[in-house]
């Protein structure tokens, strides 16, 4: 890929948004200190980081969506206040998120004109309509029928539609997140190329990405988040990628994840093959022909980032994707067709998902009724509930995860963060799989229940669980893993042994680097 | 996104399944009548007459009854030849059916009216259209019709006022049993009852609104029955009304001491009951259905009718129930 | 009572929870908002008692009975409603039912031990058959029992002829005669324990019996307020999804159909038009009851409750011969009346 934008802005282009001291918590939780950023006319600006850096957090409270703290934005020199999105908007800034905001089954006229079509006393001037919907749409350069519904178009184009929207309505600062996540090549390169034309306009563009390459084809300077700080901010020929990657990950790695002895033994789980597909018509698959090994009492560690199917590999695995996902795996050795989550569940396998609320908990019951819910057939011989053995078990367990609550009886919509992920655990523990699959299991948990997942993972391995796991916190996944998987745009891209990888490495090769082993 | 127009196909088919149950009745109604048609088309080749007949909700048994008296008095004729239609309590359906039978070019249309209000301009237009138009039971606004056949709920209300006060011997507590007083059979035949009764030392000593319906009767009868010790007689503005309130004493036991009077004399329903002496009296609200006949016959053969008619009522007791009822007023 | 799970509170550790906040737990709950709000209506009842009626236990018998439809119906949209569901078709389903009962036991002379299971059966069957559209296909279940609805009530009509299925029968001559009643519907309306409950109160009863087992005994209830609760935590958990909301729509079929056998003996015939709008009060009784129409929380004790609640509001209304246009007012301001007193604070 190759440089396509026009000249670099020079030092002197005016500048179209200045944030200062932008700070925001989220209770004790300090996601933006003190961040400075400067956008000019005419510039493409890359906003880098780790997941959990604060850039979307930036983004929200840029477009009206979150209120800062503390802090100031000014636009074009002059300050200004937003109560809404739609203060943001009315000042210019548009906001191309990685779910699009048109409405699928109205045509591109409509999505476009939607509350500014032009004619009198409610009556809609048809062939008007389509002239000046057409003229918006030269802008990004799609020659378009304005009368399709936008559900028609491929991915590509609708995100073109979405920025022909904004400059309809004036945008001159478009904020671009993971636009390229669900685009295939040459829509990139598409993408890419109308970037260009708006940098020629003299709008100023925040780009935000995971990819390498497209950080050093795109960037006119680059701004690097990390824990919610700016550890940099300079122009793109002056950070080259090693530094770049340095300057993400280079935190410190607290010991929150103990190290145990490994003792791989025979293979539990192969997976020979997994495609999963996207969803929706035209769509890159999600994961394409990703096949990995887990040893019995092996941790395996998958990394990505966002968008690169980790999750949904996961859940291919599990059954839980029905036909969106082809899967040929072997769990000790006997081919097992994962048809359902109740198939996997039979054949040994458990997923802690990364949303416990949304797809982990039922909220409305109590921890006992939770802990059993996975293996209830066992509390239920010939259907009828044995609940002192319910109580009995999920007591023992709940004795063992150290879980903290006033009563078993009590819903587990009011544990905390910590213990909730210990009444998930322990409704698996009900089950004995042979195969534990946790996606984020650590994910918004406080330190100490985080040592407590990870001493019972280790239990779990001991035992001879195969375990894969996926993470947010790379350190602490490097600490406990035997292997190191890294996934990119749905593929394996690297492996790596225990031990033997740094943070850096990881973030390279998610990100689309080069890699060698 | 595929899954999302199999979603839509599918909810679209529910709702065509929910439409089509709706509407399946009117083809086969029409049919209905047909047969008998085709024969008489065959034995009287010159002089046919179509009629169209239009009925408002073949969902009350009264009004299956009035369909049947006119299918069965046309049978006599074979010289015609019918087509039935069920508007299932739609006016707008109703009003269809008259231009659908204008556009036949029928040669007489029966009406029995949902509402007055919307018909009257449809049965106005059929007159222009030179088709005379009988209207039965209900009536339109204004005159533009042949003729108007129908009986006097107002009439029967006070007939069954008055054999009430003679069989109870001038005093007694009454319980009265209401149709939905929001219509207009329900009112007359309360306000007929009351006119009945003014003179005499009945008391009412308990009335609700029983919807036309048997298990509401008998929950109202009920709290009737455990609220007064005396009951005399219960009077309802329908027979299954009359019904519901037997059922709620003969579970109290109570059936003997109380006597049970109904209106509308249904010989399945009303008249059965008289003869296994559920009821002591049931008035007849006849359908109109043989008299729409005999009408039509008179105006397609030329001959002058009057432009009302109203139908007498008959009463069945006890003791004239195999005689087939007397009539009254 | 509670929400049909017995409250047992074991606790780990010393974290017992002392008896005050308990009662206040209880007090919250909605088995006592629900006990509360029945409290009201009967305290009307005695202040407007209808001349003493009110006093009399022959008013509660038939309040009982009277309600019992109602309930009957309430306790399969109970199943329905856990899951986050509804059922529009129960009311068309108990004239469907009712027709076919009366058909089979007055004029084809089946004995009671073949029409009563061949009755359940097809209420079953029209339920399971929403059930599957709606598991399968994932239609919203207000569309697919809407659809039910109809169809269930065009099919008892044409049955029926249109006609109530009575004890009518017409002889060659065109006269009518009537037939005996079934020994059976009589039963099924008959009085038992020296006049004291009817057997349709009894029948609900059962009915409100099978479900608390169903709901806090068996498997199958634990899946139901999974599915209500979170249906892809569920899923996810190996509950069965499809099978489970099949089963649900089916027993509120067979309810609609045990509603529906009661509803013909007690009116001595099958009325095709029976149960018009039936499906609104079951579940005007479900919700103010406490169960809530989101899914997941709820149980049959607090159905129970709202039959009640539903039931004296409707007998204290009828003994004092309130006027049709006030009731209908009435019994709107006191239902909102008791939702609002359920509204939880979560």
């Known amino acids: 890929m190759t440089f396509m934008g026009g000249s670099p802005p020079s030092a002197s282009s005016p500048s179209l948004l200045r944030m200062s001291r932008i700070a925001k918590s989220f209770g004790p939780n300090r996601v933006l200190r003190e961040v400075d950023f400067e956008l000019k006319a005419g510039e493409v600006h890359v906003l880098a980081g780790e997941n959990g850096a604060g850039k979307s957090t930036l983004i929200r409270i840029l477009g009206g969506a979150l209120a800062a703290d503390n802090g100031m934005i000014a636009i074009e020199g002059g300050p200004v206040r937003f109560r809404r999105p739609r203060d943001a908007a009315d000042r210019g800034i548009a906001v191309i998120h990685q779910e699009l905001s048109l409405v699928g089954s109205m045509s591109i006229a409509d999505n476009l004109l939607l509350g500014r079509e032009p004619g009198r006393l409610g009556w809609v001037d048809r062939a008007a309509r389509a002239a000046r919907a057409r003229g918006v749409l030269e802008r990004v350069g799609l020659r378009l029928d304005p009368d399709e519904p936008v559900s028609a178009l491929p991915i590509s184009s609708q995100q073109l539609v979405e920025i022909a929207k904004a400059l309809s309505l004036g945008a001159r600062i478009i904020v671009m997140d993971e636009p390229t996540s669900a685009l295939s090549e040459p829509e990139v390169r598409r993408l890419f190329a109308r970037i260009a034309d708006l940098k020629a306009q003299g709008c100023g563009i925040i780009y935000i990405t995971h990819r390498l390459e497209e950080i050093y084809a795109l960037a006119d300077r680059i701004t690097v988040l990390r824990d919610g700080r700016v550890v940099a901010s300079r122009p793109a020929g002056e950070l080259p990628v090693g530094e770049l990657v340095r300057l993400m990950v280079g935190r410190s790695i607290g010991d929150q994840a103990p190290r145990r002895a490994a003792a791989a033994g025979t293979v539990r789980l192969d997976l020979r093959r997994c495609r999963v597909r996207g969803e929706g018509a035209g769509r890159r698959p999600i994961v394409e022909d990703a096949a990995l090994q887990v040893r019995s009492g092996e941790i395996l560690g998958l990394v990505g980032l966002e968008g690169s199917g980790v999750s949904e590999l996961l859940w291919a695995m599990f059954g839980a994707l029905g036909k969106r996902a082809e899967v040929e795996m072997e769990i000790d050795g006997q081919t097992r067709r994962m048809s359902s989550p109740r198939a996997a569940i039979a054949a040994g396998i458990a997923l802690v998902t990364n949303d416990r609320r949304r797809s982990g908990l039922v909220l409305s019951m109590d921890v006992v009724e939770n802990a059993t819910l996975a293996a209830l057939p066992r509390f239920s011989p010939l259907g009828r509930l044995r609940r002192r053995e319910e109580i009995e078990h999920t007591a023992r367990t709940a004795g063992q995860l150290n879980l903290r609550c006033a009563s078993l009886r009590q819903r587990v919509a009011t544990l905390s963060g910590g213990n909730q992920q210990k009444v998930v655990l322990a409704k698996w523990m009900a089950t004995h799989p042979r195969v534990l699959l946790l996606d984020d299991p650590t994910r918004g948990v406080d330190v100490g229940a985080k040592h407590e997942i990870y001493l019972l993972m280790n239990e779990w391995s001991r035992q001879g669980c195969g375990i894969i796991l996926s993470s947010s916190e790379w350190p602490e996944l490097l600490q406990v893993s035997d292997r190191i998987m890294v996934m990119h745009r749905g593929r394996v891209a690297a492996s790596f042994r225990g031990g033997q990888a740094t943070a850096a490495d990881l973030l390279r090769a998610a990100m689309g680097h080069a890699i060698h082993e | 996104m595929q899954h999302n127009t199999a979603r839509y196909m599918l909810s679209l088919a529910a709702t065509a399944i929910v439409c089509l149950a709706g509407c399946k009745k009117t083809p086969s109604d029409a049919t209905d009548g047909s047969s008998s048609g085709q024969a008489d088309g065959f034995a009287a080749a010159k002089a046919t007459y179509t009629i169209g007949m239009s009925q408002c909700n073949l969902g009350e048994p009264w009004r299956v009854q009035m369909n049947d008296d006119v299918r069965r008095a046309a049978e006599a004729h074979p010289e015609l030849k019918m087509i039935f239609k069920d508007a299932q309590n739609d006016t707008l359906k109703q009003r269809a059916h008259v231009e659908e039978f204008i556009g036949a070019g029928v040669d007489l249309i029966i009406i029995s009216p949902k509402e007055a209000q919307p018909l009257t301009e449809p049965v106005a237009k059929a007159m222009e259209a030179g088709i005379p138009v009988i209207v039965l039971d209900r009536r339109v606004i204004g005159d533009n019709y042949t003729c108007f056949i129908g009986a006097d709920n107002r009439l029967i209300g006070r007939e069954a006022g008055e054999w009430i006060v003679s069989a109870l011997g001038g005093k007694g507590n009454v319980v009265e049993l209401k149709g939905l007083m929001t219509s207009t059979p329900g009112q007359d035949r309360h306000s007929g009852f009351r006119e009945a009764i003014k003179d005499s030392q009945i008391n009412i000593i308990f009335e609700a609104d029983m919807k036309w319906l048997e298990p509401d009767a008998r929950k109202e009868m009920e709290s009737a029955l455990s609220r007064f010790d005396q009951i005399d007689l219960v009077y309802a503005h329908n027979d299954p009304g009359a019904h519901g309130a037997w059922l709620a004493a003969n579970a109290a036991g109570r059936e003997g001491q109380i006597r049970f009077v109904g209106i509308d004399a249904l010989p399945h329903e009303g008249v059965l009951y008289v003869k296994e002496g559920i009821l002591d009296a049931t008035f007849q609200y006849p359908t109109g259905g043989a008299e729409a006949i005999d009408a039509a016959l008179k105006i397609l053969r030329g001959e002058s009718v009057p432009k009302e008619i109203t139908l007498g009522s008959r009463v069945f007791t006890k003791e004239n129930v195999e005689a087939g009822g007397e009539p009254i007023g | ?346």
């Open chain 3, 1 to 346: 009572m509670n929400d049909g799970r017995p409250d047992q509170h074991e606790s780990i550790g010393a974290l017992e929870r002392s008896a005050a906040s308990r009662l206040r737990a209880f007090l919250s709950s909605p088995s006592a908002t629900a006990l509360l709000a029945l409290g009201l209506v009967l305290a009307i009842g005695v202040a407007f008692s209808g001349d003493g009626a009110f006093h009399k236990w022959a008013t509660h018998r038939d309040a009982l009975r009277q309600a019992s439809v109602y309930g009957i119906l309430a306790c399969g949209m109970t199943f329905v409603i856990i899951t986050a569901g509804i059922d529009l078709s129960v009311g068309s389903v108990l004239a469907l039912v009712a027709v076919m009962f009366s058909t089979l036991s007055i004029h084809e002379a089946w004995p009671p031990w073949l029409a009563v299971p061949a009755c359940l059966a097809l209420g079953g069957a029209c339920g399971a058959a929403s059930g599957l559209v709606v598991a399968k296909w994932r239609i919203q279940p207000f569309i697919v029992t809407l659809a039910m609805m109809v169809f269930a009530r065009g099919l008892a009509k044409t049955l029926s002829g249109g006609m109530k299925v009575s004890t009518a029968v017409q002889l060659p001559d065109g006269s009518w005669t009537a037939a005996p009643v079934p020994g059976i519907f009589r039963l099924i309306d008959s009085r038992l324990l020296g006049d004291n409950i009817s057997v349709v109160s009894l029948v609900f009863l059962a009915c409100i019996a099978l479900s608390w087992v169903i709901l806090s005994r068996l498997r199958w209830g634990r899946y139901l307020y999974a599915i209500g609760g979170n249906e892809e935590a569920a899923r996810l958990s190996g509950v069965p999804v499809a099978a489970m909301k099949v089963m649900a729509y089916a027993l509120a079929g067979v309810f609609a159909a045990v509603a529906g056998l009661c509803q013909a003996a007690q009116e001595q015939q099958g009325d095709p038009e029976a149960g018009l709008g039936y499906e609104l009060t079951a579940i005007a009784i479900v919700v103010i009851g406490g169960t809530s129409l989101m899914g997941g929380r709820g149980g049959i004790g607090l159905t129970l409750l709202g039959t009640l609640i539903i039931g004296y509001l409707d007998k204290i209304l009828s003994v004092n011969a309130v006027p049709e246009a006030s009731r209908l007012m009435l019994t709107g301001v006191i239902i909102i009346a008791a939702v609002l007193v359920q509204r939880r604070k979560d």
